[in-house]
Nanobody, 123 residues
Framework: QVWLVESGGGLVQAGGSLRLSCAAS????????MDWFRQAPGKEREFVAA????????PYANSVKGRFTISRDNAKNTVYLQMNSVKPEDTAVYYC????????????????WGKGTLVTVSS
């Protein structure tokens, strides 16, 4: 069992920055690829970014490419999402998730989920 706890959400103005964190416990963090997903009101949960176990591979959704950066610190059992140049359409609950199946961008491949942190971008 792996527990994931997100933090760092809040209210930010368009064009600003925010850094989300996801702390893991209960398992061997370095064995899991990690993903960020988000869910806006009335919409399905969608993939944002992923990072491989070593951090060497980091695919992104087209909508955030060039603005968001995912990283991980295996010594601290934490994955981060640096969000720059945010837009109102980035408003959503952001979830981190862990997969033991290797790098994957799909919800179905995730083994564990956090409860999410709300990001609101004002225009």
């Amino acid at each position: 069992q792996v527990w994931l706890v997100e933090s760092g959400g809040g209210l930010v103005q368009a064009g600003g920055s925010l850094r989300l964190s996801c702390a893991a416990s209960g398992g061997t963090f370095s064995r899991y690829s990690m993903d960020w997903f988000r869910q806006a009101p009335g919409k399905e949960r969608e993939f944002v970014a992923a990072i491989s176990t070593s951090g060497g591979h980091t695919p992104y959704a087209n909508s955030v490419k060039g603005r968001f950066t995912i990283s991980r610190d295996n010594a601290k059992n934490t994955v981060y999402l640096q969000m720059n140049s945010v837009k109102p359409e980035d408003t959503a609950v952001y979830y981190c998730a862990a997969s033991s199946r290797g790098l994957d961008l799909t919800r179905e491949a995730m083994d564990y989920w956090g409860k999410g942190t709300l990001v609101t971008v004002s225009s």
